[in-house]
């Protein structure tokens, strides 16, 4: 004779404990955006060494670029959803709080990394600015920049601003203005030197006027 395996049922949440169950996912699928930031931007107090301090800086320092493209990610999709049915410009960019010209150019990095793939996420500076300065490049200066070491996390306004001006062509003068810019350094040199032979005939004097205190 076989006997029937007596099987037991499977562990079940009661209803009230299984409310408790979803109540406790749903609050935890919901964003507490304000909590969340201030825990984000919480201060360590117990760093001691320099290292730590370093290290700490360095996270949220590199935060800001994952941020800045972030929401250069989220303009770029959001104009392309909402764009057409002119949802975009009045209902996302009128309510951010930067510029339309900023969310632009916010834009244009995220989509120069995603579509356009002329830099690397890797080789943003940390500064939206600064990486906005980049993307605009044509390719062969972007090239350049790249070589010079622009292109890095670590790369600082005024080493952007300085490649830049670089770029500029110098500008050839008429033979009129190269003229004109001759004299007046000519004009500059003249008056420096009337001033140096001014002091030298005050010296002269002053030497003289030893000279004859001694003969006395």
């Known amino acids: 004779m076989t006997g029937k395996t007596s099987l037991k049922p499977a562990f079940k949440l009661g209803s ?3 409310k408790k169950k979803m109540d406790a996912v749903d609050q935890a699928s919901i964003p507490d955006t304000g909590r969340s930031s201030a825990i ?3 201060v360590l107090s117990n760093l001691q060494t320099p290292e730590q301090y370093v290290r700490e800086i360095n996270k949220l ?3 800001a670029t994952e941020k800045f493209l972030a929401i250069g990610r989220y303009l770029v999709e959001a104009s392309e959803k909402l764009e057409k049915r002119g949802d975009y410009k009045e209902k996302v960019l009128s309510k951010l709080p930067f510029s339309k010209n900023t969310a632009n150019q916010l834009r244009a990095i995220a989509y120069a990394v995603d579509r356009d793939q002329v830099l690397g996420v890797d080789e943003l500076p940390r500064s939206w600015t600064n990486a906005y300065r980049l993307v605009r490049l044509p390719q062969e200066h972007l090239d350049l920049a790249r070589q010079k070491g622009l292109t890095a996390p670590t790369a600082t306004r005024a080493e952007i601003e300085e ?4 770029l500029k062509p110098v500008q050839e003068l008429t033979p009129e203005e190269e003229r004109r810019q001759i004299m007046e350094k000519i004009a500059k040199r003249e008056k420096e030197i009337e001033e ?3 002091k030298l005939r005050h010296a ?3 030497e003289g006027e030893f000279t004859s205190g001694d003969d006395d």
């Open 16 to 18: 009230s404990s299984m």
């Open 40 to 42: 984000a931007n919480t």
């Open 61 to 63: 320092w590199a935060e």
């Open 163 to 166: 490649f830049l001006e670089s």
């Open 196 to 198: 140096l032979r001014e």
């Open 204 to 206: 002269s004097a002053i």
